[in-house]
């Protein structure tokens, strides 16, 4: 089953899907909030392969346009971390007031930015059962350096940030920056974004982001689950951040590194990382209660 929502999120109207699995009728059903990347939406591949991955083994998905993004209400492009943590909360809201989801195991996984979102939210909101990171990060400032490597790179990136400062303070408006000066990606994997993904964004972003520690609350998810995944060689977050965020966590966490894919691993259908997830779903969350 497959239904088309609008939910709230402060003054905000949001959309979203919430797909069902096929035969559970009357069933009370687990269910994850999967989280969207870095001003992409609900369409995309890395978020689409998940919900159908999820149905398929028996749990609820509920996919979802983050501010700014989208369908959803609000400034275009307009994705400030701390506000994308309030719309993770308000889905986790919206999924406790459907008779069709077990308000107890609700959980979250995203992609990249939307898994740094997940982790964060997982953290400060204790009704979340379970967090799934796929190539998340946990400090910002220190991503960022990874990213824009050497000090000219650096230099450029920095002033982009004064200049953002400068300039809504001087005119009251956001200086518009391009996506791939805030995050570089390679030219063989920007096929993956999604369509109407964002593409200018205002420099606060860029602020927002740099500022933005999930390393900080990590810890604050146990004892509940924490699975995090990487690719060993991202070409877009640094490996070393799900590293970090490992040395910080509580227990239980796992934390797998993955040779043979590349940052969009939730689009490449690797049976490996399937497999990974399935066993540890079955281990911290199964489709059916014990009884």
């Known amino acids: 089953m497959e239904e088309a929502v609008r939910f709230r999120s402060g003054k905000l109207e949001l959309a979203g899907v919430l797909h069902l699995p096929e035969g559970s009728g009357d069933d009370v ?32 998905a509920f996919r979802f346009d983050m501010r700014g993004c989208g369908e959803s ?14 719309d993770t909360r308000a889905a986790v809201d919206y999924l406790r007031s459907r ?14 930015f939307g898994a ?9 909101d204790d009704r979340v059962a379970a967090v ?6 946990g400090h910002g400032e220190r991503k960022f350096r990874h990213q824009h490597p050497g000090a ?51 420099a606060e972003v860029a602020q927002s982001m740099y500022n933005f520690c999930s390393e900080d609350v990590v810890g604050q998810i146990a004892p509940r689950p924490l699975l995090l ?10 490996t070393e ?8 966590a509580g227990m239980p966490t796992d934390l797998h590194l993955f040779a043979e894919t590349d940052h969009f691993m939730f689009s490449e259908d690797n049976v490996r990382v399937r497999e990974i997830v399935k066993s540890w779903l079955d281990r911290f969350l199964p489709v059916r209660r014990d009884s």
């Open 241 to 248: 951040q799900s590293v970090s965020l490992f040395q910080r």
């Open 132 to 137: 799934i990171s796929s190539g998340g990060w």
């Open 29 to 60: 059903v687990p269910c994850f909030a999967v989280l969207h990347g870095f001003g992409s939406n609900k369409d995309a591949t890395n978020v689409r392969g998940p919900v159908q991955m999820l149905n398929e083994w028996g749990y609820g």
């Open 152 to 202: 000219e790179q650096w230099l450029r990136f920095t002033q982009m940030l004064e200049e953002g400062r400068r300039h809504r303070d001087r005119t009251g408006e956001s200086l518009m920056v391009d996506r791939y000066d805030i995050v570089p990606m390679p030219q063989h994997l920007r096929t993956h974004l999604s369509p109407n993904s964002v593409v200018q964004f205002p």
């Open 229 to 238: 995944l990487h690719s060993s060689d991202d070409s877009i977050t640094p």
């Open 73 to 86: 209400d609000g400034e275009f492009g307009r994705v400030i971390c701390l506000e994308q943590v309030d």
């Open 99 to 112: 008779p069709e989801i077990d308000k107890e195991r609700i959980a979250l996984i995203g992609s990249s």
């Open 116 to 124: 740094a979102v997940a982790i964060y939210a997982g953290a400060v």
